[in-house]
């Protein structure tokens, strides 16, 4: 048998790169997911929970699915995860027997889990984005406490209460509205 020949020295390579070239790994990397899909499974797990201790037994089923949805649609981005969890929710909580401050508290509950989980992937600074959302989240306030007003009055003044809670519940509508925030083209037509 014969042998291969072995090289002596090994090859040196005539100029290494130079420093300037080289990646720089000065960025830490991005988790892949961020803090706010934890925050907002935790709020929607808790959108699910609420209603449980008041809710009929076949409730804790669609509890169950309702979870496997908030966590699909915070951890794997499952578009259709947050409202299919929030029908499960509002199922739970129409059954259950608890008094009018139980509904009124899923609904504020619902708003928040909702606003969170439509929030945009990969937020690292969410101090503008909250900021966009004050205006649904004062309606959704006014509108639960017109309807926890409502409740918590005889029916004697109900038809005072409907005009103001239906008032109020205009108002927040509007206040809720997107606005446009560019200014209107003014009219090509010289008035004289």
């Known amino acids: 048998m014969?042998?291969?020949?072995?090289?002596r020295r090994l090859p040196v390579p005539r100029r290494l790169p130079a420093v300037s070239r080289l990646p720089v790994l000065s960025r830490?990397?991005?988790?892949?997911?961020?803090?706010?899909?934890?925050?907002?499974?935790?709020l929607g797990l808790l959108t699910l929970a609420w209603p449980l201790a008041w809710a009929p037994g076949w409730a804790y089923a669609v509890a169950v699915l309702g979870a496997a949805a908030v966590l699909a649609g915070s951890f794997a981005r499952w578009r259709r995860g947050p409202g299919l969890a929030v029908a499960a929710a509002i199922l739970a909580c129409a059954f259950s027997r608890a008094g009018t401050l139980v509904p009124a508290a899923e609904g504020l509950?619902?708003?928040a889990y909702l606003l969170a989980a439509d929030a945009p992937a990969g937020l690292t600074r969410p101090g503008a984005w909250l900021r966009q959302q004050v205006p649904g989240a004062v309606a959704g306030l006014?509108?639960?406490g017109a309807v926890l007003a409502a409740l918590a009055l005889h029916q004697v003044s109900s038809?005072?209460?409907?005009?103001?809670g239906l008032a109020a519940v205009a108002g927040a509508y509007l206040i809720a509205l997107p606005r446009d925030r560019a200014p209107r083209p003014d009219s090509d037509v010289d008035v004289q």
């Open 28 to 42: 830490r990397p991005v988790p892949r997911q961020s803090a706010l899909s934890g925050a907002v499974a935790a």
């Open 142 to 144: 006014v509108g639960s």
């Open 159 to 164: 038809v005072w209460l409907t005009a103001v």
């Open 2 to 7: 014969s042998r291969l020949p072995v090289p």
């Open 109 to 111: 509950f619902i708003l």
